[in-house]
């Protein structure tokens, strides 16, 4: 019978790999801090100096927003699409 008192210890869900840390957020994370729609505007209030991946490397997403057309994003996927567009889709970049 195990002892109630000692905490367990859980293995990590996901098994992370070694290497180097790849600068800035994934955009599914950004883009899950903010609810939907959402202006342009206000998503550069709330997150634009925020540091996305991309598969180029980091980039903020002010500057990635300015490149951007729509104005008003009716919900998230409209949002990743839009960033996406200008930043590319794949693999992001890793220090070797």
Excluded: H, N
């Amino acid at each position: 019978m195990a002892d109630d008192d000692e905490p367990e210890e859980e293995e990590p869900a996901v098994e992370l790999g070694e290497g180097p840390a790849i600068e800035g957020a994934p955009l599914a994370r950004v883009a899950s801090r903010l609810t939907w729609p959402q202006e342009r505007s206000k998503v550069l209030d709330k997150e634009g100096d925020a540091i996305i991946r991309t598969p180029d490397g980091p980039r903020e997403l002010s500057d990635v927003l300015s490149e951007v057309d729509v104005t008003y994003f009716d919900r998230r996927q409209t949002f990743v699409d839009a960033v996406e567009d200008v930043t590319g889709r794949g693999p992001v970049q890793t220090a070797e």
